[in-house]
């Protein structure tokens, strides 16, 4: 099966380890894995921030980008749920309904990380070693649009030496919300606040979670407050090894 990887903006620009391990743990797996240098931005900060119309060239470049590809992967579930619940309504507003169709049939195609592990390539345990103690953070984006449900969890059952802690108030919103952290910073940082509250209070040594941008805020929540807690991508638990 011919895998490409959505690296997505913020894994691109600020968590590159995120994106190589994602790569390596599907290359581990037997699979041959592309990176269309093309591909851009999904648009789903534009979107998100009511600049749908701007948004259309940067879904035909996404479209083009990804037409060869047989199946499509994101280390993030909110990019994945843009490009499902986004995209063709988007091209359905403007008007656009040859594009409409090509962006649902891109959708079809396209993957979070745990749902492509456990739903389409069928596996949960990948040979993983993560000596840690380690609590998990169901992102919104996951657990709202896409469902993913205990996909993750299954597959950190599975990781030899991992000790999974349960997370106090673990469906609640970590405050980021995209611009929303930018435009109520002050609502951000107390849902923030009861988040790091609670992922300390595990007793975790990494807080664990399959979108880069809910770690950046929790991460820099706990590195703020000094908590000996790291935050740690799904794909680089996954990946690691002895």
Known sequence: ??????????????????????????????????????????????????????????????????????????????????????????????????????????????YELSELLVDVLGVTEVGAWYPHRVTWHPTCHSLRLLGVADRPRRLLAEVEDLELVELAGAEACCGFGGTFA?????????????????????????????DSSCLMQIGGGLSRQRARVRAVHLAEILASTR
Do not use: W
């Open 1 to 110: 099966m011919r895998i490409s990887l959505m690296a997505t903006c913020l894994v691109d620009a600020m968590f590159p380890d995120v994106g190589r391990a994602t790569v390596a743990l599907l290359r581990r797996l037997g699979h041959q894995i592309e990176v269309p240098p093309e591909q851009t931005c999904c648009g789903q900060m534009h979107l998100n921030t009511g600049y749908g119309p701007d948004a259309i060239g940067v879904l035909r470049h996404h479209v083009d980008a990804f037409a060869g590809s047989d199946v499509v992967v994101a280390p993030s579930a909110s990019c994945v749920a843009s490009v499902r619940h986004q995209h063709a309504a988007l091209a359905r507003a403007s008007g656009d309904l040859a594009l409409a169709a090509e962006a649902e049939a891109l959708a079809e195609r396209t």
């Open 182 to 210: 930018l435009k109520n910073p002050a609502v951000s940082t107390a849902m923030l606040e009861d988040k790091v509250r609670n992922v300390v209070a595990t007793g975790a040594e990494a807080c664990a979670a399959g």
